[in-house]
């Protein structure tokens, strides 16, 4: 059974950074294909994607917020990092890590979603 | 970036309606698609991968449709328990966005 649970601050100032780490057992990311995800979703709005860490320990970043954030992965702890830095009232989200899935499906297609979640965390950013 | 709409924004169905929520994507993304169920305070539940395909342990009466830009997802008969808002996302490229949400409410 693979779980994921965020942790982190659930209060920081503006202009501070914000460094969430997600914690999860059930995977390894010693399997080819294995990803772990950062979502989040500001009260009242959609859900965004922020950052993905793959296996390889290649990085995929939001193209808007690429310059602020950072995704590092601890291999022996199990655990992924997000830093986002110069955070901002409008910041304010709850915060989510998810398990990439990664699946072939022949000729060359591969298809990929996020399962499970975890229970997300809420970071409020205020003075 | 790819955008995804959806639409309906909202919606009001009774318990036993047939519930329709599409999604178009800004580009064609092939069957990249999921459908994501989310309640408050707990986290997005995976439904449907690539466009069509049946989560596990997730009800038969969801269905996805769809391929290229247009996607469908269509709950048969609205059980309480499907009350939730529900977003699409497309894994073709980074990011893999998701769509505005469509809440489903009871009517």
């Known amino acids: 059974q693979i779980t994921l649970k965020e942790s982190g601050p659930t209060l920081v100032k503006p202009t501070q950074t914000l460094t969430l780490t997600c914690t999860f057992s059930?995977?390894?990311?010693?399997?080819?294909?294995?990803?772990v995800g950062w979502i989040r979703q500001s009260p009242g709005k959609a859900l965004e994607w922020l950052a993905l860490?793959?296996?390889?320990?290649?990085?995929r970043y939001s193209p808007s917020l690429k310059s602020r954030l950072s995704i590092t992965k601890d291999t022996s702890k199990n655990q992924v990092v997000l830093t986002m830095t110069n955070m901002d009232p409008v910041d304010t989200a709850t915060y989510y890590c998810?398990?990439?899935?990664?699946?072939?499906?022949?000729?060359?297609?591969?298809?990929?979603?996020?399962?499970?979640w975890g229970q997300g965390t809420l970071v409020t950013v205020s003075s | 970036d790819i955008q995804m709409t959806q639409s309906p924004s909202s919606l009001s169905a009774s318990v036993g309606d047939r519930v329709t929520i599409t999604c178009r994507a800004s580009?064609?993304?092939?069957?990249?698609l999921n459908w994501y169920q989310h309640k408050p305070g707990k986290a997005p539940k995976l439904l449907i991968y690539?466009?069509?395909s049946l989560q596990s342990g997730v009800p038969s009466r969801f269905s996805g449709s769809g391929s290229g830009t247009d996607f469908t997802l269509t709950i048969s008969s609205l059980q309480p328990e499907d009350f939730a808002t529900y977003y699409c996302?497309?894994?073709?490229?980074?990011?893999?966005?998701f769509g505005q949400g469509t809440k489903v409410e009871i009517k």
């Open positions: 998810a398990h990439r899935t990664s699946y072939y499906y022949g000729s060359g297609t591969y298809y990929n979603w996020f399962d499970p």
């Open positions: 059930g995977f390894s990311f010693s399997t080819s294909g294995v990803g």
């Open positions: 860490i793959y296996w390889d320990d290649d990085k």
């Open positions: 580009q064609t993304i092939s069957s990249h």
């Open positions: 690539a466009a069509s």
């Open positions: 996302q497309q894994s073709y490229g980074t990011p893999g966005t």
